[in-house]
């Protein structure tokens, strides 16, 4: 069986986390997060979200350090739960993050060209294939230059707020009581901003020294991106207020236009498609490499595991992807997709955590890590739950419905 080669050194997993995280949260999901939890509600839910999120990356260093090699939970849950466990973790992983690529190449076109979003949906999806079929040190490498641009984008933007005239401390504690539900459903939304840290124990075959590798790069990674949210909602309640940002379609770009600078509004519009391009390159390079992983063991045609023998790549199941986003991009909903991912992702981190229960006590790490796992279980869970009913139903019957293959193709072989 051909390996994928290890290029990936700490700074560049970071860089991968970042890129994963950084766009999704800040320009796709405050707005519903704040209708659903209020303004004061918005930023407790960000703090349960980014808990949650800590736990399970923890749980995921811990698995990937045990199994340094592509396909994330996938691969953890067979190992540790037994196939079906690591099957329905994967399945849910391809199904969600494929609505999720869908989503955030459907931003790309709304702010580009919104007359043609859909046109610049797919263009985007095969630009981003293009590059990600050069091989994962030039996907780190492009991602570099993506971070780099949203980060003075959102360093713009919250300078702007601050110190622009327009933040007003008492906005923070605004109006309304939304009970701990609502809390609940927008941390399960705002937990899609944060999933993209699990990209670098996605891509655990080609990180150098992943024993000492991933257990940094992926806390590291989240604690920067915690740190950036909570700065920019805090900025957003500031200058918007929870009834304006609820209602935003580009709460930053309406940040910097309320601060009295609107001739700013173009870059930070600019910032956004860089951000979301950066979340869409990681994104599909991790979801391809879950394909491979799975069409290695059969759970998916056994075709899907070539590797490309110059670039390295998993080029078959990378294309496959790309086609299949594109066809949703045709039908696609930005923010039905953002529930519908968040319920199916919050599972497959439910079987993260449970999978880490079974590694018992870890002796070279202070932090309490099974009581770490037991909460990011029932975070998960909880959280899933929580989601709008919609996203609830859509992703329990898309997993019943890989459930039923499972079992179909299980009885088949037989």
């Not at 045609?301 to 590797?307: G, K």
């Amino acid at each position: 069986m051909e390996g994928l080669t290890r290029r990936l050194g700490v700074p560049d997993a970071v860089v991968v986390g970042l890129g994963s995280m950084l766009g999704a949260g800040v320009f796709v999901v405050f707005a519903p997060a704040t209708a659903a939890a209020g303004g004061p509600g918005l930023l407790v839910a960000l703090a349960v979200a980014g808990l949650v999120a800590f736990c399970n990356a923890t749980s995921s260093a811990r698995l990937a350090v045990r199994y340094p090699e592509s396909g994330g939970t996938y691969v953890y849950g067979r190992e540790r739960l037994g196939p079906f466990a690591g099957f329905l973790a994967g399945w849910g992983f391809v199904v969600g993050k494929t609505a999720s690529c869908a989503a955030m190449a459907l931003t790309i076109g709304a702010y580009l060209w919104p007359g043609r979003a859909r046109l610049v949906a797919v263009a985007a999806v095969v630009a981003v294939t293009a590059v990600n079929l050069r091989g994962i040190g030039k996907t780190a490498t492009a991602t570099k230059v993506l971070v780099g641009v949203v980060l003075a984008v959102l360093a713009l933007v919250a300078t702007t707020g601050l110190v622009g005239g327009g933040f007003t401390p008492a906005r923070l504690g605004g109006p309304g009581d939304v009970g701990a539900h609502g809390v609940l459903a927008a941390a399960g939304l705002l937990f899609f901003a944060f999933a993209g840290y699990a990209r670098i124990a996605t891509l655990g075959e080609e990180v150098r020294d992943p024993e000492r590798t991933i257990p940094r790069a992926v806390p590291l990674a989240l604690g920067v991106v915690l740190a950036i949210y909570l700065v920019l909602a805090v900025v957003a309640l500031g200058v918007l207020g929870a009834d304006r940002l609820a209602g935003s379609a580009a709460p930053l770009a309406d940040v910097v236009t309320a601060a009295g600078l609107p001739g700013l509004a173009w870059v930070v519009r600019a910032g956004a498609t860089v951000a979301v391009t950066g979340v869409l390159l990681s994104l599909l390079a991790g979801v391809g490499r879950t394909a491979l992983a799975m069409a290695r063991r059969r759970d998916l045609p056994h075709a899907l595991a070539a590797v490309d023998a110059v670039h390295r790549v998993p080029r078959r199941a990378e294309l496959a992807v790309a086609a299949v986003v594109a066809l949703v991009v045709a039908a696609g909903d930005v923010r039905g997709a953002i529930g519908f991912s968040s319920c199916t992702v919050l599972v497959y981190y439910a079987i993260t955590n449970a999978a880490a229960l079974t590694l018992g006590r870890d002796p070279a790490r202070r932090l309490p890590v099974r009581l770490l796992a037991a909460l990011g279980l029932v975070g998960c869970v909880t959280l899933a739950v929580s989601l709008p009913a919609a996203s609830v139903l859509a992703g329990a019957g898309v997993l019943a419905l890989g459930a039923a293959w499972y079992a179909l193709r299980r009885r088949l072989g037989r």
